[in-house]
């Protein structure tokens, strides 16, 4: 934004020099009580949020500027409606007291939030991640990866361009970052319904991109994570932390490690196949999607993780029968089940919470829901230890109690804090001695006046004596005139009134001293105990992590155990052959919908490679063949990712893709027939069967 800075004021000298620094970016400006909007952003801002747009009248310039506003303190309520609309936003704070100077006040940008890299509660959504995901089109192979910063989840691949524009479709990143000269190969491969952000090839160099990520964690090399050999995905990697530093991200403790996505554990599924089938979310706005059905997680951790297991299910035995042993074991056992629920829901979202650990922006209050996150810990870990399943058992031998931690909370925070330090009440009474003292000179303030001023009474005769406040001259004593004669010499006399003169001591100075000073005293330190609690904290990010892992598997599996309760699901027969033989199935999602009453007609399906290799179904419209379709290819898909399925009997020879092509989903608008999306899109599935 070229602006011309005659007649400028210094403020708004300011404003264009740091929107000249982000360009791309809503700059929101705070000013006093404000955050402030100017020129194009103040437009925008009022368009977006609806809020007035007026103008600010540059001295002894003619055009006056466009402006929109909105008080400091309703920031979560703006910024996440920014955010959603797609804008990056560049938040500039005051970074002094404009109490303390003369001159303009200091300030600078603390935050750059884009739709991928956000952390307040307010912008993200409970139950579902915010990736942040990386392109980079490499010499033999696209490379991608994917960060979620508010849980720290790392993750990097490469591959075929529609390999990842598969896995686009399955982690549904809201912000994708690519090389700016490769913006026509972008649109080409991955369409342009991502938002994206473009970056500098320098990015995307493998010198550039292994030397961030060998500097973060650490390390000589890559081998540890896995992922030395897959060239392209560490450079898609390497820009996403570089992007991270240009967004002034910089405390990510909480990334601790960078992970491989393995191919040829998951079954692929494209993206028609995870819409059609309505895995994630319904295609009509009153529907409902598998999710929906087998959704029932305590916790957030538990519902992220779910979300992922729905699109990406297992094609190994072993993995999938320990998971459908834990969801055996849990359906079994109603007390542990009970116990599961119970504790569970006193965890909260562990993982968000340790990550705004590290970025050292978590509240009295969520420290105080980690340590009851860690109390809740303690009776599962008990319960799975003495659990007769492996898989149960390995999952409490990896809990950790951090006990010293967990004391050490309840030992210095009240148990119902405020949701701000500088509110005051935050450290618990008996830890700090000091604190207890200065609480202590501000609270027994009232009672300490009523014993000066009655102990004075009686010592000089004076009845009427009474003690007050000024911001003049403080604490003073205040005598009535017919008692002049029976002031003391010691005394001060400081303001003589009609009636009354005023006096102070020595003895009401150096209590004002304490009791002012006092308050001050107490905010500065219960800040300090606070961070150096929160500092501490920073050590026990990887044991907490884990924690919040194992946490959202159990939570995850327990979900399959209700649902199976709830919808009477059966244990499928999983096996590595070509056969699959499922008795009486039912679709998971439509017998859930049905009106009162109705009950869901089941049906039988048979196919192998010997006997049965090919049915074709007819029918007239809406007599169920799609559902029947849909069906079975929900419950091979419930059964590897190993929960119950809707059936009296189900034995699934494992499959390694999933493919649908049910009901057109027109792409008129590309200009593309019925016909021929029909067309292409069985061709996409006979030239990637396996």
Known sequence: MAQNDQGLTPMMKQFYSFKAKHPDALLLFRCGDFYETYSEDAVEASRVLGITLTKRNNKGNSDATEMAGFPHHALDTYLPKLIRAGKRVAICDQLEDPKLTKTLVKRGITELVTPGVAMGDTVLNYKENNFLAAIHFGK?????????????????????????????????????????????????????????????????????????????????????????????GVVAAGAIMQYLEITQHTNIGHITSLALIEEDRYVRLDKFTIRSLELIQPMQDDGASLLNVVDRTVTAMGGRLLRRWLVFPLKEVKPIEQRLDVVDYIFRYPEYRALLDEQLHRIGDLERIISKVAVGRVSPREMVQLKNALQAIQPLKIACLESDNETIRQIGEQMNLCESLRDRIEHEIQPDPPLVVNRGNVIAEGFSPELDELRNISRGGRDFLIDIQQREAESTGISSLKIGYNNVFGYYLEVRNTYKDKVPEEWVRKQTLAQAERYITQELKEYEERILGADEKIQSLEERLFNELVTATQEFIPQIQINANVVARLDCLLSFAKTAEENRYVRPVIEDSDALDIRQGRHPVIETQLPPGEHYVPNDIQLDTERQQIIIITGPNMAGKSALLRQTALIVLLAQIGCFVPAESARVGLVDKIFTRVGASDNIAQGESTFMVEMTEASNILNNVS
Not at 213 to 224: A, E, I, P, R, S
């Open 140 to 232: 033999t192979a696209c490379g991608v990866a994917f960060l979620d910063i508010s849980t720290g989840e790392f993750i990097t691949g490469q591959g075929s361009f529609d390999y990842v524009e598969k896995l686009l479709g399955s982690f549904a990143p809201k912000e994708v970052l690519y090389e700016r000269t490769h913006k026509k190969d972008f649109e080409r491969y991955f369409g342009n319904k991502h938002c994206v952000f473009e970056l500098d090839d320098w990015v995307f160099t493998e010198q550039t991109a292994r030397q961030k990520l060998l500097k973060h964690f650490g390390t000589q090399n890559l081998k540890g994570f896995g992922v030395e050999h897959v060239q392209s």
